[in-house]
């Protein structure tokens, strides 16, 4: 085989393969549930699958999500996020552990007489690709909603975002800097 056919095999060979791996993108695909959601390969980001129920052990974590509030957003100014203690994860996981679900207690606990919603939002440490930190991100935001919805707080005030790896609490690639970014945080709208 000649240099220039076997250049012009690897280039066919590359162009396939990227158009099928494209082929497995999909964005802003209808949700049999009405509302537009990002897929990958055919799962949903952003905390339904396709069905409608929401992502967790069994296809389900519980309640439904309710509409996003307009105007709410977790890093917004209206969004206080230094009221509560994060939740803190096991690598590769989205239980709440039984030393952080004091934490979330206590959430559900000071917001019971309150107006105020709230805003759950899951992050993951620098591991793994793009598209599995945010939906691990979402599956951990989705178990701390789950486990405040538990504990008496009204599920209609709770939204659920992932971030992913995007905002790490803290810079580096070692087991310490990954177990403080692997957490949930609490927005209160103010």
């Known amino acids: 085989m000649t240099f220039r056919t076997l250049s012009h095999t690897v280039l066919l060979a590359a162009i396939a393969l990227s158009s099928t791996s494209c082929a497995a993108f999909k964005k802003k695909k209808k949700s049999s549930s009405g509302s537009d959601a990002d897929f990958v390969q055919g799962t949903p980001l952003g905390g339904s699958d396709a069905s409608g129920g929401s992502f967790g052990s069994g296809g389900s974590l519980g309640t439904p999500l309710p ?92 939204q659920t975002v992932s971030f992913g790896s995007e905002m790490p609490a803290e810079s580096g690639s070692n087991e310490s800097a990954w177990a403080k970014n692997r957490r949930a945080e609490f927005g209160v709208t103010k």
């Open 67 to 158: 509409e996003r509030s307009e105007g709410s957003s977790f890093t917004s100014s209206g969004v206080d996020r230094h009221r509560f203690a994060p939740v803190y994860f096991g690598f590769d996981s989205y239980v709440v552990g039984s030393s952080e679900r004091a934490k979330v207690g206590a959430v559900a606990a000071a917001l019971k007489g309150s107006s105020s919603s709230l805003i759950v939002a899951g992050f993951t440490d620098e591991r793994g690709t793009a598209e599995y930190n945010r939906g691990l991100g979402e599956r951990r935001a989705q178990a701390v909603r789950q486990t405040l919805v538990e504990q008496g707080l009204s599920a209609s005030r709770i």
